[in-house]
């Protein structure tokens, strides 16, 4: 298995639902991490997992949530978005063996925040 | 901080060459990733340098000078599903972990 999975594919929310995003791989990877997509845009790191702790954030807003309930899991929880948030949001995870350097992306889901 | 620059599009022929440079400033540099991505999908990986000189991967090849700040990904005998954006992105060491971040991304169009 050299995949990782991300659900749901397509989600659309008000700016006061609350939300999870989900990612999961079974690749033994020990770092997971999510980027957040804007169109034409590069994918920009938003947080950083090594060994189900969190160990970059870079400077996310708090109405973006994530967890790491296992080596496989990785969520990321959302609540009261604004319509800004709205972006395709990319898991990817990397092993160690190489200094976790080579990430391998998820499909990704899009965001939508009305 | 760090600075990573690539053109924002290039166009080319079906069967020709395409040469996609990369520039970078930044410190704590831990190797060059390409990444190809097309539309609405995730990135894929490509490549990885982090010695310098050529690595060749069938029809890609990708180039690294850390002297230069500099790298390209060449895409030969081009075939229209090539039409993607080509990302160009550095690992940094931080104290935390490895941080990868993008260039902006080359959107190749192949044309018949």
């Known amino acids: 298995d050299t995949e990782v999975t991300q659900t749901p594919k397509h989600l659309v929310m008000g700016m006061t639902n609350k939300k999870s995003l989900k990612c999961e791989q079974h690749?033994?990877?020990?770092?997971m991490y999510w980027y957040k997509q804007k169109a034409k845009k590069p994918p920009e790191l938003m947080f950083v997992?090594?060994?189900?702790?969190?160990?970059i954030n870079e400077s996310v807003p708090s109405r973006f949530s994530p967890e790491c309930p296992n080596s496989s899991l990785l969520n990321l929880h959302l609540h009261a978005l604004q319509p800004e948030d709205s972006a395709l949001y990319l898991c990817?995870?990397?092993?160690?063996?190489?200094?976790?350097?080579?990430?391998?992306f998820g499909p990704g889901t899009r965001l939508l925040v009305l | 901080g760090q600075n990573i620059d690539q053109p924002t599009e290039m166009t080319a022929t079906e069967g020709a060459i395409v040469q996609i440079n990369c520039t970078y400033q930044?410190?704590?540099?831990?190797?060059l990733f390409w990444y190809q991505q097309h539309a609405g999908e995730a990135p894929t990986f490509l490549s990885y340098?982090?010695?310098?000189g050529l690595e060749e991967k069938g029809r890609f090849s990708s180039f690294l000078s850390r002297s230069k700040g500099y790298s390209y990904l060449l895409l030969k005998e081009l075939q229209m599903k090539d039409s993607a954006s080509y990302l160009c992105?550095?690992?940094?060491?931080?104290?935390?972990?490895?941080?990868?971040?993008f260039g902006g991304g080359t959107r190749v169009l192949v044309k018949p």
């Open positions: 340098n982090v010695l310098d």
């Open positions: 992105a550095v690992v940094m060491i931080k104290a935390a972990g490895n941080k990868l971040t």
């Open positions: 997992y090594s060994y189900e702790k969190l160990s």
């Open positions: 990817a995870s990397s092993a160690q063996r190489d200094g976790g350097k080579t990430q391998y």
């Open positions: 930044t410190s704590g540099f831990n190797g």
């Open positions: 690749m033994g990877h020990r770092a």
